[in-house]
């Protein structure tokens, strides 16, 4: 397998090529990574349009060549249902699978995304748990990774910035 590193701003992706298709796309920081001094034709697609999103604008992903042909039905069936769901907004695991044809899958849904091979492209980050809860983002940084996209995206408000009061 051959890996490439795009970074931009505070992300990074890694792309996991085999035999011509992506595998995967690792979500990384970019501070936790080197970038690749080479990238493909569709790395540097990717890093084009990872620019652009990180300065938070609205994106359409290239079209890659992944390897859809590993991913269950159901896994297949909640990623296209995901494509539905726009940037700055986000459903619930249980939204999902009914989107996905299969009502009461929350749990199903929550595994597809958790198995995900490529967040942003497909952006799980933008389902979460019926209580609003962030849950179950296996990225590096986790949760945390997973809000900052969500805030990127303005889907959920950054945290106020606080300034100290002045002494008086």
């Known amino acids: 397998m051959n890996h490439e590193t795009i970074c931009a701003g505070e992300l990074a992706l890694e792309i996991v090529w085999k035999e011509g298709k992506i595998e995967a796309l690792r979500l990384h920081w970019s501070k936790d990574v080197n970038a690749s ?4 034709e569709h790395g540097a697609a ?8 990180v300065k938070g604008k609205r994106v359409q992903w290239p079209e890659l060549p992944l390897n859809m042909d590993r991913l269950p039905p159901f ?3 909640a990623l296209e249902a995901l494509q539905n769901v726009p940037h700055g907004k ?3 695991y249980g939204q999902l699978a009914d989107m996905a044809g299969s009502p009461g899958g929350a749990q199903a849904a929550g595994r597809a995304m958790a198995n995900n091979p490529w967040p942003l ?3 799980c980050h933008r389902v979460i748990a019926g209580t609003g809860a962030m849950t179950g983002f296996s990225a590096p940084g986790g949760v945390e990774m997973k809000q900052f996209l969500l805030q990127l ?3 959920v408000p950054r945290p106020a910035k606080t300034c100290p009061l002045p002494l008086g």
Do not use: C, F, M, N
């Not at 990717?46 to 999103?53: G, R, V």
């Open 46 to 53: 990717l890093q084009q349009t990872l620019q652009d999103y």
């Open 121 to 123: 492209v497909y952006p």
């Open 90 to 92: 986000y459903v619930t």
């Open 153 to 155: 995206e303005g889907a």
């Open 75 to 77: 896994s297949r069936r």
């Open 37 to 40: 001094a080479k990238h493909s």
